[in-house]
């Protein structure tokens, strides 16, 4: 195999242990299939949002393999994102450097195949021969069990997915060595409770996006807060209004092999190129160790009482305090303040859990960045990825205004 196409003849042995028991093992079953007909013709693949696969023979005219991947929405509307698979390999070729990763490794996912992190797990799996267990479609506990069970020793997952891992499992989980951890950052009570799940296994969390793939890896000694430093092979700036460095807040900029080539449907006014440099509009601060502090997106950014807030910071405030399990800052228009924020929390209506959250917020970032108010909801509305569904509780709250 080349860079130019992913591993057409893997010797990784699949397994699907929820294809008889939902609607979504069995999808992932179908989709796997599928996904190893196609990469064993070399064909172009489109994904789907539920997972499935179809070849682009309109991709394919002397162009190489390509890959086009459905981002996940959260602040507008989906794109679609087409890359190379030299850009994926490059980086499954860094975890094998650096984390001594092989066919011996055997991996699992949790989520559906159309989320890019899933995706991006079972192709580097594929790549390696590792044997892979798609855990789509389990409940937590079963997954927990399947884990045990195939002995896995490489875990991918959203900070979501791990939560409820948490909160399932009856027993640590002995044989796992590397959880890879993405798609958000994940807050401290969590944390803790891997590596009470997970006693021999390193925790590696990354930020990312569809278009960047990887830009930073954590470490043992990343400081509480920062999502880590570059990922190898990636150089990072940070840069102010005027497109000059800065060592304040300003915009993240990437360069490295793993970008995006472009959409293929779809876009956003937020990415940018400049002298091979990609900007997704995330706002971040580099310290003098190369730590990457992520403040949030540029567009969800609001001015409360003339000062910027990232709802961003709110959410990650609220999840560290380990008391919600799913939780969304929403902003809405305040003719007084500019903007102010309401909280949304997924569970019955609880007033002294707001009244808790409510004092975290003004202890933890000041009375502009407070929420107005603690909405509670039965359910929250999400993502593929897991994450909250941000339009739609936009929509939400306009309704009930």
Known sequence: MTADHFRRNSESKVTVPGADKSAKGAAAALGMAALRNALADGASLRVTPSGGFATAPELSTGQGQWLLVQSAGSTGAAKTIRRHPASW????????DQFAVGAATPYAVLGALGHSLTLYAVLEALH???DLTVLTGLTPRAQARQIGENRVQVLYATPTQLRLLCDAADRPLTTLRWLFCGGGKLDSPTRARLDDLFPNAELREFFGASETSFITLSHPDTPEGSVGRAYPGVTLAVRDGSGQETCGPGEIW?????LFDSYAEGGCADTLW???YLSIGEMGLLDDRGNLTVLGRKNRMITVSDQNVFPEAVEALIMATGDVGKFAAIPVKDPRRGHSIVGIVEGPTNLTLAQSLLKSCRDGLGPHATPRRIVFVDDMPLLAAGKPDLLALQRMLETAI
Do not use: E, H, K
């Open 274 to 276: 400049q002298d091979g």
């Open 128 to 130: 390696l021969g590792a």
């Open 254 to 258: 990437v360069n490295s092999p793993y």
């Open 89 to 96: 390999i490059a980086s499954f070729d860094v975890t094998i």
